[in-house]
């Protein structure tokens, strides 16, 4: 896809920015601004949108705010935008609060989901109109679109008008609108929601990789928990208008706090079991199988019953039983290419979900075949 | 279906060939268009060739040009309209703004002082105007109690207040056409345009204002070609010297010796109409008439009209940045919000001056004297008494229902059929056709009263009911055909398919699945055709006799003879007739605008 000189191209006009004769555009404004978030309430009569969210965002990160639907992660980023106010709480950015600097005076760039490309202006009037409204003069401004129009690899459709493009182009034109001024801070709505998924997965990589050249602060939202998982430094998980969990996106998956998050980013199996004993850090367990297995514990937990996450690529599957086995009946087995994804029955009838490698000895099971699974103690992580 | 009876009929390829004919869709618009070329393209020919019959093509037209009385007025009828099209326009687009940010409650509540006027018969509103304007009516009194005047003074039958009456009356026709070109918007371009540090008036300068150009000219035009044609207002608000052309054909159509002459009048009134329309209609599309979508078969011309658009809009932005920028600086410098406080003062002026006169006139109905003044000095029954047990208003009442509902019938089987022709079949030029349905809207009603009424003459039915009816029907069509050929282009035709496959034959996929989803819109057209008709004067005062008497046609008798609560008894009965139907029809227009 031209990466290379994709890169290439950014970094001589880095240089370029740096050398600007209009002052504005010196090299501390192409780093990323802090914005703290605290206590930040918005209702909607009695619901909740955004129920005391805090966050810490640092300088120059690339965070996600991931949630399903009505989580509050598209309110809580029209208020970063300033499109919508808080009824209590403040949000600071670079130490400053903001909530009276209307979105205009921000100077945040943003890519929204339907594009929201001004059909009245071709390619290259839409990438300069915010130069033009921070009144960079003309020629300055004709020389910062060209330069953003060839890191997106839009040059020669600068004449056209946007309805002109298809949706991968129309988004590229989108996020060259947003970072044309080098701005501080580029919020992004679920930008990639509404392209197809080839596409969505080219522009991911384009984005993450625009991320390292500019070094702005970047908020993006999506409910597509690969997206996040791809692309961010790191991940606020939000619910029901709060964050549950924020970290990077390696502790998200592997650690997880709740059975929510757990269940949202990835896909997992959920295991209730019994403690039968606690040496050291490693917890003895039965479930209701009777499949006795050990765990890692948390400090807080050693006695009772608790939820345990296995993700389904971590548990070992054998036809043949073993000493940590347990036997299990499948119930589905799909073949998505280099892997399987099997849905089996554990003996107390818990459903148990297994994704292992495609290998060559290894028939597809059928429905009813008995097989034989096991997981180790590295592999399950057990929630409050 | 059709392999099946290929299968039977193989010997027999003509009569096939008949029967699928006979099944076409573009059959259903016969009816329609055979209806409208009897009475309505019949009647304009023959006005056009009485005109021309004169001693040479031109004599007639010579003198309409010839006589001062004549070209003067058609110099202040082009005044007057364009005035009252921009002021519509300027008041029209902060209210058409202040609808589409107000939200919830208050959002209905602004769209309906908009859409209820609307719906309420001209005559009735320009009645309003001269109650509240009158010597006892409670601008007067108020001017006289802050003392600002010492005594009452006549306000009414001046430039002022027919513009002022013009401007009300077509104001939500504009606001209506404005904001459904603003309500189409992306709602993320505004916020994408603050996102990019442009101000809210940097924003409207440069994105909304340019995307909603369209929807302004057709506001603009819209209001321009109705008010050159408008004749009940300036009749009853202006003085001598605001006479309007429209005013004159109805004078001249009580002296009979001009024939021919009375002809030309009615032509050069249409030709200024059409020529409006064409030219606008060349900028804008014709659809901007019925604020609708192009029909499907323009599509393969589509990129190289934005092409060209794109071309055509930079050289716009450009004279935009001549000229904008110096002056989006000096706003720049103005506090953030008084562009909403515009929005907002703007749009509360436009929703009085709307809602107001209609508020006066039900309290009067009310008023215990036996004069016209506001405040009342008491309240009482009295005047509702009077028209329920006044024979002559209560035979009016009754004429005016039967007209209505025969009226209504007819346009809503015709213009039922026709949008079904037009939507569902293939035939070329379709564009074509739908301006012709739709055209009766944007005739001059003096001009097609006028003839409509040679039309009568010949054929005996000055003074029948079904005559009358059926002349009301031919507004009530294009109404008709608007609404139900967008019902219908919502319809999903998946759906049908899906009947079809799972076994329904033609008729039971169109009882079924069909006439359901387009129930709504067939409920608001019937309700809408209703009421044109139940409100129209100008045609019924060509064509009605002293035997057959509306009630829009006792009203115009009773306001030029005196001024009395009976009236706004009339009119409130109106006003409720309108509310009731609006809150019927509420469901049907929110899906109704969702579809066009």
Redesign the interface.
Known sequence: MGEPAALRATRSSDVNVRTSPTGRLRERDAIGSSIAVRDAVKRYGSFHAVDRISIDIEPGEFITLLGPSGSGKTTLLNLV???QSLDSGEILVDGKPVHNV????R????V???Y???????VS?NVA??LR??GVDRATAERRVAETLEIMRLTEHAA??P??MSGGQQQRV?IA??IV?RPRVV?MDEPLSALDRRLRESIQIEIRDLHQTIGSTILFVTHDQGEALTMSDRIAVLNAGKIVQIGRPLDIYRHPTDRFVASFVGESNLIEAEILQKRGSTLTMKNRAGYVFSAESRDTIDVGRATVLVRPERIAVSNEPNANSTPVSVTSAIFLGEILRIEAQMEGGEPLLIRCTDMADRPLPAVGDRLHVSWGAADCWVLA | MTSASIGVHADRPAELDLVRRLKDPALLLLPALAFLAFIYLLPLIDLIRISVSGPSWSSYFARVFAIPLYWDSLVRTMQISVTVAGLCLLFGYPTALLIHRSRGIAQVLIATAIVLPYFIAILIRTYAWMVLLGRNGPVNKLLVSIGILSEPVQLLFNRGTVLLGMTAVLLPLMVLTIYSSVARLDQSLTRAALASGAGPIAAFWRVLLPLTLPGMGAGFLLVFVAAIGFFITPTLLGGPGDQMFAMHITQQADSVTSEGFLQALGVVLLTITLAVVAVAGRFLGFEFIWGGRKLTEAAPRATDRHAADVGRRSFGASLADLFGWPLLRLFGRLPASCGTWTVRLMGGLVIAILILPIIVVMIISFSSASYLTFPPPGFSLRWYEQFFSDSNWMRAFWTSLVVAAMSAGIAIVLGASAALGIVRSSIRGKSAIMLLLVSPIIVPPVVLGLSLYSLFLRFDLVGSTFGLAAAHAIGGLPIVVVILSASLQGVDTRLEQAAAVHGASSLTVFRLVTLPAIMPGLAAATFFAFLHSFDELVLTLFLSSAQLKTLPLMLWGDINYRLNPVLAVVSTLEVLLVIAGLVLARPVLATSRRAT
Do not use: E, I, Y
């Open positions: 935008a300033g499109f209307p979105t205009h005076k100077g945040f760039g943003m929204f989901q339907s929201a490309l001004f059909p009245n202006m071709t009037q109109f915010p409204m921070a056209k008008s309805s002109q989108a609108r947003a001024r919020l």
